[in-house]
C-alpha cells in the first residue's frame, strides 16, 4: 500500500477530535512529500538534527513534533522552529526549553512525559513528580513555555488489558492536571499498534508511523 492510501485510511478512521501526527523518523524527505502532498500537515520525529534537515528542505507550513528524548544541550537546534516538544521529563529540560524559546522570542507548546510502562527503560515523570512541577512557583514563572498536555507510551507488550490500565492510568493523571492548569487540550498517547485502544481511553493526539510509512 501507499504512503498515501495508509494516510488516508487512517485519517478517515480517527475521531475528529483526535489530531495525527505523522512519525516520519528514519525516512527520507520523497516519503514525507508523499504525506504533505495529501495534506498531511504534523510530522513527528525523534532525533533533532534529523528534524531540523527536514525542516529546512520542506515547505514551511509543516509543524514538526519532537517525540523522542530530548537532551537538553540540544534545545538549542530545534527552538527556532519546533512546534511541539512531547517528551519533557524534567524541570530542568523545562527551563532550558524556556531560556531557548525566549531567545526568539517565541513560546513553544510542551507536554509533560509520564512514565506509564511496567518496564523501567522508558523515561517519564511519575505522579509526584509531575505535580511537584505544576504546584510550583518556578513553573509558574515561565513564560516562553506553554503545557498543553500530557504524553506517554504503553508497555511494549501483546497483553490488552496491561497497555489498557496504562492508557487509563494515564488519562486519570490528565484529569486531574487539568483541575490544576484548566487549558489542557492535548493527550498523546497511542502508535500504530494501540492507537485504537488509546482513542477509546480519551487519546487526542495519535502518533503513528510504521502503519504509514511501512516498518523501519
Ligand atoms: C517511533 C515512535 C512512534 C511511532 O511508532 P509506530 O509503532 O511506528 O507507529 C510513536 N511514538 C514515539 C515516542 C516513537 O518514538
Redesign the pocket.
Known amino acids: 500500500m501507499s504512503i498515501a492510501h495508509n494516510l488516508q485510511k487512517i485519517k478517515a478512521s480517527l475521531p475528529e477530535n483526535v489530531t495525527l501526527v505523522a512519525?516520519s523518523?528514519t525516512k527520507p524527505i520523497p516519503d514525507l512529500v508523499e504525506a504533505y502532498e495529501v495534506g498531511q500537515r504534523i510530522f513527528?520525529e525523534?532525533k533533532i538534527q534529523e528534524m531540523t534537515q527536514k525542516w529546512e528542505e520542506l515547505p514551511k507550513d509543516i509543524q514538526w513534533h519532537m517525540?523522542?528524548h530530548v537532551q537538553t544541550n540540544k534545545v538549542k537546534y530545534m527552538a527556532e522552529y519546533v512546534h511541539l516538544v512531547?517528551?519533557v521529563d524534567s524541570f530542568k529540560l523545562l527551563k532550558e526549553i524556556n531560556k531557548q524559546a525566549k531567545k526568539y522570542d517565541r513560546t513553544i507548546n510542551c507536554l509533560l512525559q509520564i512514565h506509564i510502562a511496567e518496564e523501567d527503560t522508558k523515561f517519564g515523570l511519575d505522579k509526584e513528580e509531575l505535580f511537584a512541577i505544576l504546584d510550583s512557583d518556578e513553573f509558574k514563572a515561565l513564560n516562553n513555555i506553554n503545557i498543553k498536555g500530557l504524553m506517554g507510551?504503553a508497555t511494549f507488550t501483546e497483553n490488552e488489558d496491561q497497555v489498557r490500565r496504562e492508557f487509563k492510568s494515564l488519562k486519570t493523571l490528565f484529569d486531574l492536571s487539568t483541575i490544576k492548569l484548566d487549558h489542557l487540550d492535548t493527550l498523546s498517547m497511542g502508535?500504530?499498534?494501540d492507537y485504537k485502544m488509546a482513542i477509546e481511553e480519551g487519546s487526542t493526539m495519535v502518533?503513528?508511523?510504521?502503519?504509514i510509512f511501512g516498518s523501519?
Request: charge should be positive; avoid cysteine; aromatic fraction near 0%.
Open positions: 512519525v523518523k513527528g525523534n517525540i523522542g512531547h517528551g507510551m502508535m500504530s499498534g502518533r503513528i508511523g510504521s502503519s523501519r
